[in-house]
């Protein structure tokens, strides 16, 4: 087989498993088992992100609401929803406040949209919910073509999985599938103590750990290798002079995989890092600029009571 017949995974993991600095996308940590890994991480007291929004969707929706200008039906479309319950404090003051809209759920997990409806479903009987299965990028096409305002939601603080160069591209290609006064209320971490950050990653009950480890799992059975997952760790570390957290998977000896799918043997050090994830942590500088550079106005942010993690609501 050619490399040209591969899947994004396949093709994704052979190249970067073949760098001279080896990398895999944390977009692979999805599947359904890393979707139900990162929920544990979401409800792990470390892991502040998670309450911080759930604290700023629970409180300030009305005000939030009060910010949006949409007199017609619009749709409020969410990319990488997870489980919900979040988005489900700012559907259900949204509802309240009568308003007229179709929420549209986006999710690379079949099983996390569908648990996600049924979900939504009992708490919020009067919700218009229509899922979509699939990547971002495929699907953001689709929908603007309806004609409709949007609210772009993209909470979690997912944006900061991005590089700066790829969070300006993805920021863009939103502004460029927008119309004038479509709106994004997107997540933001904020820089705040050192060590606040570490713990949330370095995580002591090792689920995180978890997470990474799924991705060597993943490749194990989807492409018919015979990784010796015991055989790699993890690790991950906060900068606070650029507010990047980055974590790595790291082969704890000279080691050798082979998978038969791709049909290559792929050659660790021992000590050699896979670079696995960015975890970007923002100042309000930065956030401007990113705005602007991608054709945004900020509107207003919307933080939690110890200012931790903003939900930044910007027009187009
Ligand atoms: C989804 N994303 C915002 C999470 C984060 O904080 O970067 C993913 C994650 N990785 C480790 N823990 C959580």
Request: with cysteine; glycine share 6%.
């Amino acid at each position: 087989m050619k490399v040209a017949l591969y899947n994004h995974f396949a093709q994704d993991v052979h190249e970067g498993l073949t760098a001279r600095e080896k990398h895999l996308s944390s977009k692979y940590f999805y599947d359904d088992e890393g979707s139900r890994i990162f929920m544990q991480i979401m409800q792990m007291p470390e892991y502040y992100p998670t309450a911080c929004e759930f604290e700023i969707l629970s409180q300030q929706s009305q005000a939030i609401f009060n910010r949006i200008d949409f007199i017609q039906k619009f749709n409020i479309v969410e990319f990488g929803s997870g489980d919900g319950s979040k988005t489900k404090q700012l559907l259900k003051v949204f509802l309240e406040k009568g308003a007229d809209f179709t929420y549209i759920p986006i999710d690379i997990s079949q099983e996390a949209n569908d648990a996600l409806k049924q979900n939504m479903k009992l708490a919020l009987h009067n919700l218009d919910i229509q899922p979509r299965t699939g990547d971002y990028f495929d699907v953001l096409n689709e929908l603007s073509a309806t004609g409709v305002p949007n609210l772009f939601l993209f909470l979690g603080g997912n944006i900061g999985n991005y590089k700066r160069e790829a969070a300006l591209e993805l920021l863009k290609k939103f502004n460029a599938d927008m119309n004038k006064g479509d709106m994004l209320l997107m997540g933001m971490d904020l820089q705040k103590n050192p060590r606040t950050i570490r713990t949330a990653y370095d995580d002591p009950h090792g689920i995180t750990k978890a997470f990474n480890m799924n991705l060597l799992r993943r490749i194990n059975s989807e492409l018919d290798a015979d990784i010796q997952i015991d055989q790699f760790d993890f690790y991950c570390d906060y900068n606070p002079q650029n507010g990047e957290v980055n974590s790595y998977l790291v082969s704890l000896k000279k080691q050798h995989f082979h998978s038969t799918v791709l049909n290559t043997t792929f050659y660790f050090e021992k000590d050699e890092l896979i670079w696995t994830e960015l975890s970007k942590k923002y100042s309000f500088t930065e956030i401007e600029a990113l705005a602007k550079e991608a054709g945004f106005k900020v509107v207003n942010n919307f933080m939690d009571c110890r200012h931790f993690f903003t939900d930044t609501l910007w027009v187009k």
